[in-house]
């Protein structure tokens, strides 16, 4: 957008940041909580206070450098601590890999600092040089919200995430907040200050997350499959729809022919 003559590059970027939101000026005044007129802002009437830089710094994680043109750098990303709060090691003083069991899922926010806690969960390590050295946990899916993906009662192997900003968008995460541990495809929204998460099942709603309720980021790196009976019932299945496939297109293909002979008769 182009900065029309005499309007401060503020007030323009104030405007975009608005118009981005799609807001009016009197609800994007309601957001910012504040009593100066937008529009007066907007047309280089008066100067922007500093009690709506604070709200768009704290709301929106704006960089008051950006706005007031200054720097490129129109967000600013604070930094999220999310790396795993406790480890445990084998006798060789080698990280172990913790297993959470779906079960166990209600009381593992809460204790993520609490050692003793978590020294009773199942531990395992795999003699595996690209999972040696590292810190990795292993979560049992609960559900079919990741049908196709990881399936009911399979275990995710993920490997901790060190930086919120480094996750690669569309892949599958466990997300660990206060509250909840959850499976999904992750996204960043466009503003830096929350994870959009969705599942391969379209019937699960698409969740925000912001970036202060993740307590822990695991990437996902491959799969424990407990019964292969479920991989079998379902390539016999994709067979079965296979045929089915073809048959129906066969089927207009009788009906054509019938039809001709029909007409030869007559």
């Known amino acids: ?58 709301k929106l994680h704006i960089n008051p450098s950006w706005l007031f043109g200054v720097s490129d750098k129109k967000y600013i990303t604070t930094p999220v601590e999310i790396l795993p709060k406790v480890i445990t090691t084998d006798e060789h003083g080698r990280e172990n890999i913790l297993l959470v069991p779906s079960h166990a899922y209600a009381g593992y926010p809460d204790n993520l600092h609490n050692p003793e806690w978590m020294r009773t969960l199942p531990s395992f390590s795999l003699p595996l040089d690209k999972y040696r050295d590292r810190t990795m946990r292993c979560f049992q899916i609960e559900g079919d919200s990741m049908l196709g993906v990881i399936e009911d009662g399979e275990y995710a192997l993920t490997i901790a995430v060190e930086d919120i900003q480094s996750i690669k968008d569309g892949h599958p995460y466990i997300v660990v907040t206060s509250n909840s541990i959850l499976c999904k495809f992750v996204y960043k929204k466009d503003d830096q200050s929350a994870l959009v998460l969705r599942s391969s099942n379209t019937e699960y709603p698409e969740i925000t997350v912001s970036f202060d309720e993740v307590q822990e980021l695991w990437k996902v790196v491959g799969k424990i499959c407990p019964d292969i009976s479920t991989y079998l019932y379902q390539n016999r299945l994709h067979k079965i729809l296979q045929k089915i496939e073809r048959l129906e297109h066969l089927l207009p293909q009788r009906n054509t022919t019938k039809s001709t002979l029909s007409d030869e008769n007559t």
């Open 1 to 58: 957008m182009d900065r029309p003559a005499g309007i401060p590059i503020e007030a323009l970027r104030l405007k975009i940041l608005r118009i981005e939101r799609g807001m009016t000026q009197r609800e994007w005044a309601e957001f910012l909580e504040t009593s100066q007129s937008i529009a007066d802002i907007e047309r280089g009437r008066i100067k922007l206070r500093g009690d709506i830089v604070e709200a768009l710094t704290r």
